[in-house]
């Protein structure tokens, strides 16, 4: 069985200043990871994933996420905060090497970003 | 560009009333999920489907069914709807090849209110 788990619910942070958000899962096989991120009345975008071949995973508005194995954590960062940051982030967790997999979200990440 | 499609933005439903939720892909996708999403409680897996006339459960499929009689149709059926179903609900689907870190793409979804 899969699961992910967000720690905070609710982040917040001053603008200019580095961003954490942090998520562990539980995956019986290989995992496939995702960060979504959901603006106001908007719809999902994904953020990134992991794809095996680098643990550091690069994503999209200067977002980044390090796979660690050992700590079953897929945490996601980005050195400077924006403005446009605010939002509700998603970690999200599948199994790869399953023909059935289910996708499953984490509860969320409110991100508020203070001026 | 994939495009998922759902029939309404925003539906109000009597209690008791029967429901249906559409769902199309132009993508020729295998996977295809339906989620409710609800403060706090992030994404939560109803039913998803990883082929034609194939379904599996999710994690709270009680009081939901599901159809997909085509590759690119995913229905979702409120048998007798009742007001803790009013939500917001999205689809989503996903190319699926075993060992591929492939993402899920949504639409815009449909919010729900029963009254």
């Known amino acids: 069985a899969q699961s992910v788990t967000q720690l905070d619910s609710h982040v917040s942070v001053s603008e200019g200043t580095p961003v954490l958000l942090r998520c562990n899962y539980s995956?019986?096989?290989?995992?496939?990871l995702f960060w979504y991120v959901q603006h106001p009345n908007k719809g999902l975008q994904l953020l990134l994933k992991?794809?095996?071949?680098?643990?550091l995973v690069k994503g999209i508005n200067g977002f980044e996420a390090e796979f660690k194995k050992s700590e079953t954590s897929f945490h996601l960062t980005k050195p400077s905060a924006h403005m446009s940051d605010a939002a509700e982030y998603f970690c999200?967790?599948?199994?790869?090497?399953?023909?059935?997999?289910?996708?499953?979200f984490g509860s969320g990440t409110r991100l508020s970003i203070r001026p | 560009d994939v495009k998922v499609t759902q029939s309404s933005r925003y539906l109000v439903k009597r209690t008791g009333e029967k429901v249906f939720l559409e769902c199309v892909q132009d993508?020729?996708?295998?996977?295809m999920f339906w989620y409710r999403q609800d403060p706090g409680l992030g994404l939560r897996l109803i039913y998803f489907?990883?082929?034609?006339?194939?379904?599996e459960k999710g994690d709270i499929p009680e009081g939901y069914s599901v159809s997909r009689e085509k590759k690119e149709r995913f229905s979702l059926i409120l048998e007798s709807a009742s007001t803790n179903q009013t939500s917001m609900y999205l689809c989503?689907?996903?190319?699926?090849?075993?060992?591929?870190?492939?993402?899920?793409?949504f639409g815009q979804g449909t919010r729900l209110t029963v009254v």
């Open positions: 989503a689907s996903r190319f699926h090849r075993q060992g591929l870190n492939t993402e899920a793409f």
């Open positions: 995956s019986s096989y290989s995992p496939s």
């Open positions: 992991y794809t095996s071949a680098a643990t």
């Open positions: 999200v967790v599948s199994e790869q090497y399953s023909s059935a997999s289910k996708i499953i």
């Open positions: 993508m020729d996708h295998e996977n």
């Open positions: 489907s990883y082929d034609v006339k194939m379904k």
